[in-house]
């Protein structure tokens, strides 16, 4: 009957036979592995030793982007954040709040591709739930996803910085704030911009391998490089030298900061860390993310210093210097 209709009705929500036949030919078809399909109220998982644990909500507006959609954001958000405590993500809960009248393919389309990004990691879907709200209640689909990790590499924390620390980003900055705000302002540009949306366990996988010595690690989201530093300054009482001219940044990016009177150091990321390690394994770190995953862009952009505590301070291209403070007002609202 689910693949009859072109829409999800509320009888999809109510628990019923329509509800079972939307979640078995829609979500358990994608996300099939034997603890979500023993159907408990509650998943039975295996733990052992220090774990992580995180929750987000994913309200991107367009659901639909260059790069992405709502479902690999929420599959990739959530393994990231765990990923940035230097832990395994091993299972994951995700619940759909869908507005009556959603398109099924588009449902479809977006649940397939979660399924393919849980494949990047290793993750699984052990339990979920779906919820149908009347027209007009919801602006399409809301997704929520927790997530639970087995900690490999203990003691990674923003209070670990030390005055010396090289700071490393992992790629090119502010790609998934410009693209939303590309496809939400309708403008085309010549070479083609995405998201940076992606799954960052592989990569922080070969680091701990290599036996890098990790100090802290942040996935710069909402409020970009500039909320990832000034985090950290504060939790570790210590400053932060950046130099402007070593942040890459894509020129599609520079272009619409120009245009919008916006920088990309406030610009979200979906797919870029942060990593803090000791100056000395700096070069290390950046020849193994560079070969095993492909984070071409790596560079050092800055170090910690015992000066200006509390504080990141950006020297420009022209030498001048300059606070790098956290992003103020609303940038661009629902990038995630």
């Keep these: 009957m689910t693949k009859s209709l072109k829409t999800v009705q509320l009888s999809h929500g109510g628990g019923g036979k329509e509800m079972d036949q939307l979640i078995k030919s829609v979500f358990f078809e994608a996300f099939n592995n034997p603890i979500l399909c023993s159907e408990e ?24 982007f260059a790069g992405g959609n709502i479902g690999k954001l929420a599959i990739a958000g959530t393994v990231n954040d765990l990923a940035m405590m230097a832990a395994q993500p091993e299972y ?4 759909f709040i869908i507005e009556e009248g959603f398109a099924i393919d588009d449902l479809v389309t ?9 494949h990047q990691s290793g993750a699984r879907i052990v339990c979920g739930d779906t919820k149908v709200v009347p027209k007009g209640c919801a602006d399409g689909l809301f997704i929520n996803t927790t ?9 990674v924390s923003a209070n670990n910085i030390v005055a010396g620390d090289a700071i490393i980003v992992s790629r090119d900055i502010g790609r998934h704030g410009a693209t939303i705000l590309m496809a939400r302002e309708g403008l085309a540009l010549e070479s083609e911009l995405t998201s940076d949306c992606a799954t960052l366990w592989p990569i922080v996988e070969q680091l701990i391998a290599a036996n890098i010595p990790i100090h802290a690690m942040r996935d710069a989201t909402r409020g970009g490089l500039s909320a990832v530093l000034n985090e950290w300054a504060k939790a570790s009482n210590i400053g932060i030298d950046v130099n402007e001219s070593a942040i890459p940044v894509a020129d599609e990016v520079k272009g619409l900061c120009e245009l919008f009177g916006f920088e990309p150091f406030d610009l979200a990321n979906e797919g870029t860390f942060i990593i803090a390690l000791p100056q000395a394994i700096a070069q290390g770190a950046i020849e193994v993310m560079q070969r095993y ?19 990141v301070v950006l020297t420009t291209p022209w030498g001048s210097h300059r606070y790098l403070d ?8 629902r990038i995630c």
């Design 41 to 64: 109220d509650a998943a039975k998982l295996h733990l052992s030793g220090p774990v992580a644990f995180t929750t987000d909500s994913f309200t991107v507006a367009p659901l639909f």
């Design 92 to 95: 994951l809960s995700c619940s």
């Design 110 to 118: 977006i649940v397939n591709s979660m399924a393919a990004e849980l």
């Design 147 to 155: 997530g639970i990790g087995r900690i490999i590499y203990p003691d």
């Design 293 to 311: 995953g492909h984070c071409q862009q790596a560079a050092i952009i800055g170090h910690a210093t015992s000066a200006h505590s509390g504080k």
């Design 326 to 333: 956290l992003p103020q007002g609303e940038l661009l609202p």
